[in-house]
């Protein structure tokens, strides 16, 4: 999974991580389920690692439809069950994302062509990755499944992947000297 990459390193314990920020943009349809809580997650894990000031992440949606809001009430109770606060405020993808992001991490194929089709060339599209890709211990899935009309076992399905998929880019990152 070699992929282009700017910035330079610098190694805190055994891991290796740019000392430019890593920026890394999660993406679903609307912003209020799954990229929300992506990136809290992503945000936790970089926190407890004391590398918070070596990343930037926020989340998008593709649909605009609910920008301003916060993430639906179910995930963020889920959410905070597992000691996450879901505070991001929805907003839509933008072209200049694919400047401002290293990474765009897409939750499923249809968020995934979506930004295909925006991206500003095919080096931007480069940046474009499904969460799948760095899950390790979900390996029959394909794509992280939109919770809106699950039930309380699809936002504990979509945490579980999520939290699985960001340890895998944390890895992905640290292997390849990110």
Do not use: W
């Not at 290796?16 to 679903?28: A, G, P, R």
């Amino acid at each position: 999974m070699s992929r282009p990459f700017s910035g330079a390193l610098f190694r805190k314990g055994s891991e290796s991580f740019n000392y430019m920020k890593t920026s890394i943009l999660f993406v679903c349809l609307g912003n209020i389920c799954r990229s929300p809580a992506a990136e809290g997650i992503m945000r936790r894990l970089v926190e407890k690692r004391g590398l918070s000031g070596a990343f930037e992440i926020d989340s998008a949606g593709t649909y605009g439809g609910h920008r301003g809001e916060l993430p639906d009430p179910r995930m963020r109770s889920a959410a905070s069950r597992r000691g996450y606060a879901l505070t991001h405020r929805s907003r839509q993808v933008r072209e200049e994302d694919f400047d401002r992001f290293d990474m765009i991490v897409a939750m499923d194929d249809m968020n995934y062509e979506s930004l295909d089709r925006l991206a500003p060339s095919r080096e931007a599209a480069r940046k474009i990755f499904r969460m799948t890709e760095f899950c390790r211990r979900h390996p029959d899935r394909t794509y992280v499944p939109d919770p809106y009309y699950e039930g309380h076992e699809g936002f504990e399905l979509v945490l579980d992947m999520l939290e699985d998929g960001c340890e895998g880019i944390l890895e992905y990152l640290s292997e390849n000297g990110k």
